[in-house]
């Protein structure tokens, strides 16, 4: 069970926000994320107050590395949220306004209320009109990159981060931990695991050998919304210096995203995404579809792993029923990769989902 509501601690947020004539009128949980986070609608009545607000509420964590992931240790002295968005803000990325922090003393945020309308529910209302939406994304993400190369912030812990080798082999590990080991309720043998881990190592090298640019981390179609004509940009609290390619894969190859955008669709997005660099000037240098297709390929399995954590570990039910779109994902791109196959052949001993489908 969630934990209660922390009713006077709402009130006493909305207060020093709002001022004392502002009261809340109705608090309605909103659907969370994988985290430790848990978001409220707050609405209010006063006459110098929005209609409505969003608390996230912070995990016993609060000042974690984010994510419940291995990460460059930042610091407690400002949550990676504020200070990320503080320098998105600055460079004109439209992020929720933060109304009030009450991180230290009650574990909370007040933000500014940008709606019910993810960019996946607007695309999914109008399919015939997904790629402009996807189109839209892309262009937010090349923005994003060229912005984080002009303008590097050593202030900004996302420039202090790199997905470098130990994050990118503890997501690896992640996968084999839980998406076969805690799946199947065993560890592995030992030569096993090693053959496993090392046939994936490659994917280390894409990673620390590709020019960093400033990543989200997780931008996809579910963190993005849709607001007054322009996307709102969410839970960019992990963001990090990483590949290129890597958030251009999590938005074309999240688990749903297949129903909507197809290879063809996907290949001009990926085509519109380095004219949109290469427009601004930071043109995308080396073999972006390969990084592409490895970093689409890493993220699946990291997802394949968090999914069983999250419901067989952690207890939160519901995340297995996601699972084969994701799985849909690794064998897609296994199938465009084939140094992978010896490995790929360990793998399905365990993980069958993604032996190679028949032609």
Known sequence: MPAPVPREALERAV????GDATRVVAAEPLTGDASSRRYVRLRLAGNDAPTTTVAMLL?????GRGSDEMGADTGPAELPFVNVGRYLAAHGFAVPAIHHDAAASDGMLLLEDIGDTTLWAAASARPAEAPRFFAAAVEL????QVAGVRHPDPGCHAFRR??????????????VEHGIETRHGAPLPADERAAILGGLEPLVAVFEDAEPVLSHRDFMAWNLHVQGGRLRLIDFQDALLGPDAYDLAALLTDRTTGTLITPAIEADLIRWFIQARGAAGLPVVGDLDARYRSCALHRALKVIGRFYYLERVLGKPGYLAYLPGVYGVARRMLDALPAYDDVRARIVAWVPELARSAA
């Not at 130990?166 to 997501?171: I, N, Q």
């Open 162 to 175: 790199r997905f470098d080798g130990p994050l990118v082999r503890w997501e690896i590990e992640h996968f």
């Open 141 to 144: 993400l090349a923005a994003i």
């Open 15 to 18: 207060r020093a926000a709002f």
């Open 59 to 63: 995990g016993g964590d609060r000042f």
